[in-house]
């Protein structure tokens, strides 16, 4: 799928207050692919995270903490 021009991954649609909405990543467009005889599909030369299941880093401690006066 392109949106105004870049590449995206569709990875899933969801129903957004009655209307369908794409949940998509960025991709890299000078990966794609042109398969022969499509001219709708493309191959990726690249390899794309699903950031759902990326392991989240635990949040960091700040370096200075508030003192109560």
């Not at 995206?8 to 960025?26: C, F, H, N, Q």
């Not at 989240?56 to 006066?69: A, G, S």
């Amino acid at each position: 799928m392109f949106v105004g021009g870049q590449a995206k991954a569709i990875l899933e649609w969801i129903d957004s207050a009655g209307m369908r909405t794409p949940i998509y990543v960025d991709m890299d467009r000078s990966k794609l692919r042109m398969t022969r005889g499509i001219r709708t599909l493309y191959y990726y030369d690249g390899t794309t995270v699903d950031p759902r299941f990326v392991d989240l880093n635990p949040p960091t401690e700040p370096d200075t903490r508030h003192e109560p006066r």
